[in-house]
């Protein structure tokens, strides 16, 4: 018996508000790009884009959450990508799949530009903070089942802690270039990734020993 596909409808209705979102949400990113977090207010993101104020706040109940929907995002599709990857394969080869995939190019640069915005607002640093420690558990989660019933609890934190503090390095020092317009040839991300991947698996600290070396 020939299975039939099974297709999705979506109402012309969601399709709009899903747009509206969209819209709001990038507005709000290309007013932190262009003007930096201060700029950013619920009546310039709905004229910036083309919506009322009282229109914003059926979508977003604040202007943080608007700001940070663009690493919401991106973490919620980091996710599915993790999800997808086979399970017998090594972490690392995952974590430098997904990071490699072209498709969130474009949600990498906006996760960029809040980044550099966070260098400048504690406000937005916190807010972007707040966002990559929820789905941290999410991580730890797939860890724990990627590493194997023998990996201890405490071991798999710590190793979910490192790979995101990882990420989170890669991200600031590649935004600093590639959002700052640097004339300078600028590194991938994923290259930058990858580079503070091999940085964990040396010793952080030259000098550990001598420090605890017996006198």
Do not use: Q
């Not at 707040?130 to 609890?153: N, T, Y």
Request: some cysteine; hydrophobic content about 45%.
């Amino acid at each position: 018996m020939t299975r039939k596909p099974t297709y999705v409808v979506t109402s012309l209705r969601d399709r709009k508000r899903e747009e509206t979102r969209h819209a709001l949400v990038h507005a709000a990113y290309t007013i932190v790009r262009d003007g930096g977090v201060g700029d950013v207010t619920a009546e310039a993101v709905a004229d910036r884009a083309g919506v009322s104020r009282r229109t914003f706040f059926n979508y977003f109940p604040s202007v943080e959450s608007v700001i940070t929907a663009s690493v919401a995002e991106f973490f919620a599709s980091l996710s599915d990508r993790l999800g997808e990857r086979p399970e017998d394969e090594p972490v690392e080869v995952s974590l430098r799949a997904v990071v490699a995939d072209p498709s969130d190019l474009d949600l990498v640069e906006r996760v960029g530009v809040l980044a550099a915005a966070g260098e400048a607002s504690p406000h937005a640093k916190g807010l972007i903070l707040g966002e990559l420690h929820a789905w941290l558990d999410w991580f730890e989660g797939w860890l724990r089942v990627r590493l194997g019933p023998d990996a201890s609890e405490l071991y798999v934190a710590t190793v979910a802690s490192a790979l995101v503090g990882a990420g989170e390095a890669a991200l600031r020092v590649w935004a600093r270039h590639a959002v700052a317009g640097s004339e300078a040839p600028v590194p991938s991300f994923h290259a930058a990734f990858c580079e503070t991947v091999r940085i964990l698996g040396h010793p952080l600290l030259p000098d550990a020993d001598a420090a605890v070396r017996p006198s």
